[in-house]
């Protein structure tokens, strides 16, 4: 799972791990970003997802 700005410039891993189908929740140190839009990609399958996500301090 990587992080993106609003511009697709690489911010960070967050998790690089296999885990089985299921819910998780993932916690992140968010402190060094500003606000504004980031980007959540997973890759799963030979498959990706990208979620929008708001970061507001």
Same mark, same amino acid.
């Given at each position: 799972?990587? /992080? %993106?700005?609003?511009?697709?410039?690489?911010?960070? +891993?967050? /998790?690089? +791990?296999?885990?089985?189908?299921?819910?998780?929740?993932?916690? %992140?140190?968010?402190?060094? /970003?500003?606000?504004?839009? %980031?980007?959540?990609?997973?890759?799963?399958?030979?498959?990706?997802?990208?979620?929008?996500?708001? /970061?507001?301090?």
């Amino acid at each position: 799972m990587e /992080l %993106y700005d609003s511009k697709g410039a690489f911010i960070s +891993e967050i /998790l690089n +791990e296999f885990r089985t189908a299921g819910s998780y929740e993932i916690n %992140y140190n968010a402190s060094a /970003l500003s606000s504004g839009i %980031y980007f959540c990609t997973m890759n799963f399958s030979g498959n990706s997802r990208s979620i929008k996500i708001s /970061l507001i301090k």
